[in-house]
């Protein structure tokens, strides 16, 4: 019998993320009824969803071939696994902007196709354009610049 790893590894994954919180939801919250739901309704009901699509990719798996697989891309893994502790170490020294800026910057390079030019533009766009939906549309209360740039851009954009 042939059966493709990598959809059997991620359906037994799946299974297995979905058996834990399944059973830490059973032993700790009340489900309730679908009339009175409890808090661990919910939980309890995406586990079962979790759960199912696990089999399915499993099952899937089965009678197929085994692909070959390339060589691991460890320029991206590295650089996308080290951008959200990055993020989390200085948003609040450098604030929103600034990090968001740089954190994208650092992020384009986990491709080995993009370039610097490309890289920058990425970068100024989508720090525009998450300052203009979530400082000024959604009016959430993140600082634009912190502590440690608020010095050098009061002059320039006036913003606190």
Do not use: Q, Y
Not at 1 to 20: E, Q
Not at 95 to 121: D, E, Y
């Amino acid at each position: 019998m042939t059966f493709n790893r990598s959809d059997l590894g991620a359906g037994a994954i799946f299974v297995a993320i979905g058996l834990f919180f399944g059973a830490t939801t059973l032993m700790e919250l009340d489900i309730g009824t679908a009339r009175r739901m409890g808090p661990g309704f919910f939980p309890i009901m995406l586990s079962g969803i979790l759960i199912a699509l696990g089999l399915i990719i499993a099952l899937k798996s089965v009678g197929h071939e085994d692909e070959t697989r390339g060589p691991l891309p460890w320029r991206g893994l590295v650089v996308l696994l080290s951008v959200p502790v990055i993020f989390g170490m200085l948003i609040r020294p450098l604030g929103m902007a600034p990090v968001l800026a740089l954190t994208t910057f650092i992020t384009s390079f986990a491709s080995t196709r993009m370039s610097l030019k490309a890289a920058v533009l990425l970068a100024l766009g989508l720090t525009v354009f998450c300052v203009a939906v979530f400082n000024f549309g959604l009016g959430l209360p993140l600082r634009l610049f912190g502590p440690l740039v608020e010095p050098w851009t009061r002059p320039i954009f006036g913003v606190r």
